[in-house]
């Protein structure tokens, strides 16, 4: 089947450092690769997504690559804070607009004030 | 605006005993969905509906059923709860109708099968 697979599953960074989380998919109909973000607890929550008809995209600290010839997709946080530090998940659309996702495994991201 | 509303929130089952995890969204959105989070495994579909009247197979729907109530609400029941289904469920939304969207999660509902 179908898989994203996610890395480092742990990181960790000094406040201000950044952090790179990178993830590969193999299903090539893929189109649409969202990251979440959870905290202890919490749901997960959107950060920032990207399309397949884009290379980068970039909101404030946080940006997201996609490579589709490679099927890669990373995140980048610059200037991070103890506010970042959660679980982060990639994921990558199945093919067809149903809105089904197949999720990495997750990177615990430390930030150390 | 509540988003997406899951119940219970936790919950402790004996092996055998059966229940239903509700779900409801109030965004109007036409596909709804249930995952599962176990440690070191991310998010892992079990069921999903892509509209009203539709529902679908997921990565890992053994053991589950699942009944699209009406347009705002996905239910999630297991039979014969085993201990392999401990784990937390989320129900997620989104809009998808033509095109990939964000998807949005429940709180989650801990589920505990001794």
């Known amino acids: 089947g179908e898989n994203v697979e996610q890395h480092p599953s742990t990181l960790s960074v000094q406040e201000g450092d950044s952090a790179v989380i990178k993830c590969t998919y193999s299903?090539?109909?893929?189109?649409?690769f969202p990251w979440y973000k959870q905290e202890l607890g919490k749901r997960p929550q959107l950060i920032i997504d990207i399309r397949s008809n884009v290379g980068e995209k970039k909101d404030q600290r946080i940006a997201v690559t996609l490579n589709k010839t490679a099927k890669h997709f990373s995140l980048h946080i610059t200037e991070t804070q103890p506010e970042d530090s959660a679980v982060y998940f990639c994921?990558?659309?199945?093919?067809?607009?149903?809105?089904?996702?197949?999720f990495g495994q997750g990177t615990t991201l430390q930030v150390k004030p | 605006n509540a988003g997406v509303t899951q119940t219970p929130k936790f919950q402790v089952l004996k092996t055998g005993q059966s229940m239903t995890l509700q779900c409801a969204q109030d965004m109007n959105h036409n596909s709804m969905y249930w995952y599962r989070q176990d440690p070191g495994m991310g998010l892992r579909l079990i069921y999903y509906?892509?509209?009203?009247?539709?529902?679908d197979k997921g990565e890992v729907p053994n053991g589950y059923n699942v009944s699209r109530l009406n347009k705002r609400e996905f239910s999630l029941r297991l039979e014969s709860a085993a201990p392999s289904q401990t784990s937390v469920y989320f129900c997620?939304?989104?809009?998808?109708?033509?095109?990939?969207?964000?998807?949005?999660f429940g709180q989650g509902t801990r589920l505990t099968v001794v």
């Open positions: 509906s892509a509209s009203e009247g539709t529902t």
């Open positions: 299903d090539s109909a893929s189109n649409y």
């Open positions: 997620a939304s989104s809009e998808s109708w033509g095109a990939n969207t964000e998807a949005f």
């Open positions: 994921a990558a659309s199945l093919s067809g607009n149903t809105g089904k996702l197949i």
